[in-house]
């Protein structure tokens, strides 16, 4: 019973860390990804036709994620002279791609980049689950976008990603969005053992979270199924708004996998990409990223959640001048003196401490 205490507690700090190690990333210091790392951009791209040739422009960019989510593309690629070929961009293969559901093929549809680098083109496919996209006939609107595509073998590594690229029109009611959701979930239930990450515009504003029941009902579907968020600041931000819509779920048994989850500024659309780093490394199973474990003196490091801690960093927080904050110029300065005063009550509230390992027999 301690063991799995334990285990459950590595596990929500490693979810914590993540969350709280959530920043806004400028294109150019973006890094290309490793050997050992799978890089995934995800995006509402607002209209993959209109878009395609600044990915062309921007390859340099791009080409440094393994793999490119777009939703909201707006393309109906049977209606395109070439078909597909007429999206292909430098260094990926030609891409999957799922039309919008409805007629007007407005509002919706999903494409899914793979870069040449992370495997063979027979290593990639396009999963279906069955009616996992069927527009109801006493329903004018679709339950929903889901487009998942596995690949075996990651940069050689013998690992397997299976990526659900989604979207939700904001006119399709949430609970038929809910609903179509779970009906995905269950019937990937077989893949449950492979690390699944689900990303996309889910048009729930997340940030509502303690007085939105939507959001409150999407969270607990998701973890019902054994997934966590791990993005915290919002992705679509306007002159009077500011929500958390675009969203990145991964299953907690693989979680350990997880090196970061940012935000990136593009000027592509009037939303924000997602940058999500992977770890191809064969995965220890034994601690949880934010377990910092010494192998030579057996010390780990974590933080312990606990309703003490969690008051101290409430008061922390409503206790700090977040004045100085505004007065600064630039909205890059304005953000990293805002990330920086988080993260110093963050670590007050929430230290790390270190554990030696116990001996067998200790």
Sequence with gaps: ????????????????????????????NVKISNDHELKILSLNIRSLVKNVAYLREEIELFSKYDVLCFNETNCNSSKLPNGR?????????????????????KGGGLAVYVNKRVCNPENFMDVQIKSANLVSADQPCPNGEFQIVKIHNC?????????????????????????????????????????????????????KYE?????????????????AQTISKPTRVTDHSATLIDHVYTNKIEFDDVISCNILTLDISDHLATSTTLKLDIPSRVNFRNGRKNTCSGKSETRVFNEANHAKFKNLIENENWQSVGLTDGADIQYNALYETYMKHYNSAYPLKSNRARRKFE
Excluded: M, W
């Design 85 to 105: 070929r007429d999206l292909v961009i430098e260094d990926f293969y030609e891409p999957i791609v799922q039309d919008p559901v409805r007629k007007s093929g």
């Design 1 to 28: 019973s301690s063991g799995i205490n334990a285990e459950y507690g590595d596990l929500q700090n490693a979810i914590s860390e993540v969350l709280a190690s959530c920043k806004y990333q400028r294109a150019k």
């Design 211 to 227: 007085s939105d029941a939507h959001s409150q009902d999407l969270i607990a579907l998701l973890e019902k199924y054994g997934f």
């Design 155 to 207: 940069k050689n590594t013998n690992r397997t990603k299976v990526i659900i690229n989604f979207y939700r029109s904001p006119s399709l009611i949430p609970t038929q969005f809910l609903s179509r959701l779970e009906s995905v979930l269950r019937g990937l239930e077989r893949h449950s053992s492979k690390h699944v990450i689900l990303l996309g515009d889910a048009n729930i504003d997340l940030i």
